[in-house]
């Protein structure tokens, strides 16, 4: 699977990606991946190359560049040692939506200038953080996300004036949720309101649930579910085909 090592200039640093590309010649629709918490990491390689088999540019941020070269979690542990919580926390905290809107634009002009990719609108795909970095770029760059996918997202509503369910009136992309049961930070509450917003705004969207916990989808996390992963995997090749396919 080619695999590019580049780095993007953004307007806070140089922030390290990955762009994985399918066998064969291209140019391929665009894909950004957001990590988890515990940041890009190896499981994370693999599952940017496998989104790519399935016929798609991927680009896979370092998003916290900003702190240079900071260490790798151990994500069996990550939560269960105070020291390894407070470090991952303090991260999270460093990814404001202003930073992550800043990010985003510069790796978007970096995929329109790559000669793999094609069009000027993309998908974002991301898991825990990463889901509702997807959410609030689909609200906050709409003329450059044409799908966004969240799973096991994190914070999609909440009661600050930067949630991206508020952004709802200003999304263009079709919005894909994959909750996980029984988790404190998207609850049936938050999906009946991001369900509200998204309709009164006449975003096309769906909001489903996965009979797993929080991290099912990445292979790494202890409560990684094979086969809610695979669903997670057969959601986002179906709305990406759809709406990267023009």
Not at 123 to 142: K, N, Q, T, W
């Amino acid at each position: 699977m080619p695999n590019i090592k580049d780095s993007v200039t953004t307007p806070d640093g140089t922030c390290p990606v990955q762009l994985f590309t399918p066998e064969g010649q291209g140019p391929w629709p665009g894909v950004i991946m957001f990590p988890d918490a515990g940041g890009v990491r190896e499981t994370f390689d693999h599952m940017a190359a496998k989104l790519a088999r399935s016929g798609y540019a991927v680009l896979l941020p370092d998003v916290y560049y900003r702190e240079g070269d900071w260490a790798p979690f151990d994500m069996a542990t990550a939560f269960g040692d105070a020291k390894e919580r407070a470090r991952i926390m303090f991260l999270i905290g460093t990814l404001t939506p202003d930073r992550i809107t800043r990010d985003a634009g510069a790796l978007f002009d970096y995929l329109v200038a790559r000669p793999e990719v094609t069009g000027d609108r993309f998908g974002v795909c991301g898991y825990c953080m990463g889901g509702r970095i997807s959410v609030l770029l689909a609200g906050r760059l709409p003329d450059r996300v044409a799908a966004a996918a969240s799973f096991h997202g994190g914070g999609l509503v909440t009661d600050g004036p930067d949630s991206p369910h508020l952004l709802a009136d200003r999304m263009n992309a079709f919005v894909y949720v994959g909750g996980a049961r029984n988790d404190a930070s998207f609850t049936a509450d938050h999906a009946e309101q991001l369900e509200k917003a998204l309709t009164a705004a006449d975003v096309a969207h769906r909001i489903e649930w996965y009979e797993a916990g929080h991290g099912f989808a990445v292979p790494d996390n202890p409560p990684y579910s094979a086969s809610a992963a695979e669903r997670h995997w057969e959601a986002m090749t179906e709305v990406f085909g759809a709406a990267l396919s023009g």
